[in-house]
């Protein structure tokens, strides 16, 4: 069973920063775009940002300029450095690990990010 261990989420003022981290197996990680998806409440899960094997990066028009999505391939790790955050991105942040091997999308349990003050 592919396991991914989320972990960075908590309360923030609205002005606030965190960084969210995911690590799973390198043999998983090395073949897989990485991507962070959240799901705030009433809303359907949408996608914040990716980063592929090849270095190519991909972020919502929400949080371009304030999130920024970075892998750590020694460590099998990959990071959401969130800035600036609003209330409205509250929500709980999902890592995805997209497989290209079987092409088979793994998820992580989720890490709750709330901004408020």
């Known amino acids: 069973q592919v396991q991914l261990v989320e972990s960075g989420g908590g309360l923030v003022q609205p002005g606030g920063s965190l960084r969210l981290s995911c690590t799973t197996s390198?043999?998983?990680?090395?073949?897989?775009?990485m991507g962070w998806y959240r799901q705030a409440p009433g809303k359907e899960r949408e996608l914040v940002a990716t980063?592929?094997?090849?270095?190519?990066?991909n972020y919502a028009d929400s949080v371009k300029g304030r999130f920024t999505i970075s892998r750590d391939n020694a460590e099998s790790t990959v990071y959401l450095q969130m800035n600036n955050l609003k209330p409205e991105d509250t929500a709980v942040y999902y890592c995805?690990?997209?497989?290209?091997?079987?092409?088979?999308?793994?998820w992580g349990q989720g890490t709750q990010v709330t901004v408020s003050s």
């Open positions: 980063f592929t094997t090849g270095g190519s990066t």
């Open positions: 995805c690990a997209e497989f290209g091997v079987l092409k088979h999308d793994y």
């Open positions: 390198r043999n998983i990680f090395r073949f897989s775009v």
